[in-house]
């Protein structure tokens, strides 16, 4: 999956906003039996608490901040909390939108106490502003813009509404640039927040329904470092294991290791390195039917589901020779990588570099069906195929 549509893996989290406001409006199913004052706070703290675990400061934040403004509504310290709330919500988005910007780190550092006295800092400033400027609270014209707009558009918006909406759009600008269960959080609190200012929703709901994403968010990025190896993006070893617990009865196992990885590194370094282990995992996962995996160091496992033996050969004969033919040119040495398996050609480099890969295949049949003989099998055909000059496919007979 390209690096800009990463993020795709993680629009459950939209869903979940979705169904719980769906679930509003079922009669069968009464949510606000389950609501309480207590709740949201203890909801809230648990997601501060754990992000402050994960050094997720962007979880922290967004926990802090929607906690201050839920303690605020219920205690009664907004004042006109019926009128400005909306106001304190769109304010709210936009925050999420810087945080949504930012590198997760430590809270307990320059940067934490940077961000900390930002927000007090603004919540000070708005309740004085909202003291002296009335106007504020009064409806956002749109007879200055352009006509051409304005005919696509509502004759008036609320100045909540419309900067809930913006920052709703950028926080989904965001998910392209930073793909991400966090940053999927982020933005699908923006949505709650967006359904908040347009639709009236208790208060209660709004605190709850933002803790359950932000901890479901947190939950999300657990199971990636967990599961998914950080450099080339695809799936672990451990996540290998847990595939193999429950294979299926038709499937074979691939095993792939790049050639000469080793004279690779000691050439050009280990950043070369790491960029062909990006480029072989992107590959793969490109052109492959199979699940795949980094099974460890330069060594991938590709898990394929089916009972056609021979059209699989083909198709990882296939992928040998695309990565044998593909020109990884070398990156400047200035340039970051953007952590993703699919970002691996370099576009200032002027040296290129071949890679090629040898693959070893087992297929699981009637005298080979344990999962660790199959895995054993492939493994002893992919020694076979190095053993015969590398560069090639062999199958375990």
Not at 113 to 134: D, H, N, P
Not at 182 to 191: H, I, K, Q, R
Not at 239 to 259: E, N, W
Not at 359 to 388: C, E, M
Request: proline content about 4%; aromatic content about 10%.
């Amino acid at each position: 999956m390209p690096s800009y549509l990463q993020w795709l893996r993680f629009i459950w989290l939209p869903g979940i906003l979705l169904a719980l406001l769906a679930a509003q409006y079922l009669p069968w199913i009464d949510l606000t039996s389950l609501y309480s004052v207590q709740l949201p706070v203890l909801l809230l703290v648990m997601a501060l608490m754990l992000s402050l675990g994960f050094r997720s400061s962007r979880v922290a934040l967004a926990s802090l901040l929607i906690m201050l403004i839920y303690v605020a509504a219920v205690l009664q310290f907004l004042p006109n909390l019926n009128t400005d709330l909306p106001l304190y919500l769109s304010i709210a988005a936009v925050n999420l939108v810087l945080f949504a910007c930012s590198r997760d780190r430590s809270l307990f550092s320059f940067f934490g106490f940077l961000w900390l006295s930002g927000l007090i800092a603004e919540s000070v400033g708005l309740a004085m502003l909202l003291e002296c400027c009335a106007p504020l609270r009064m409806i956002f014209p749109l007879e200055t813009l352009p006509e051409w707009l304005v005919g696509f558009l509502p004759r008036i918006f609320s100045l909540p509404q419309l900067v809930s909406c913006v920052s709703a759009v950028g926080a989904f600008a965001l998910l392209f640039l930073y793909p991400g269960p966090t940053a999927m959080g982020l933005f699908s609190c923006n949505l709650l927040l967006l359904f908040a200012v347009w639709i009236n929703l208790p208060v209660e709901f709004i605190g709850t329904v933002a803790a359950v994403l932000l901890l479901t968010s947190l939950l999300g990025a657990s199971y990636e470092l967990a599961f998914r190896d950080e450099l080339t993006g695809v799936r672990s070893r451990r996540a290998f294991r847990y595939q193999m617990l429950t294979p299926g009865r038709h499937y074979s196992i691939a095993m792939v290791d790049i050639d000469y990885f080793k004279k690779l590194n000691d050439r050009h370094g280990h950043q070369v390195g790491d960029q062909a282990l990006r480029m072989v995992a992107a590959q793969i996962s490109r052109h492959t039917r199979g699940t795949v995996f980094r099974y460890g160091g330069e060594e991938f496992v590709i898990f394929i589901p089916g009972r056609n033996g021979i059209e699989k050969e083909i198709l990882l004969e296939a992928l040998r020779e695309k990565i044998a033919h593909y020109p990884m040119c070398l990156r400047a040495s200035g340039r970051l990588f953007n952590g993703s398996a699919g970002s691996s050609r370099g576009k200032e480099g002027t040296r290129q570099v071949r890679i090629t890969v040898s693959i070893g295949v087992a297929h699981r049949h009637k005298s080979l069906k344990s999962s660790d003989g199959i895995l054993k099998a492939a493994d002893q055909a992919l020694y076979k195929a190095k053993r015969n000059g590398r560069n090639c496919l062999r199958v375990h007979a």
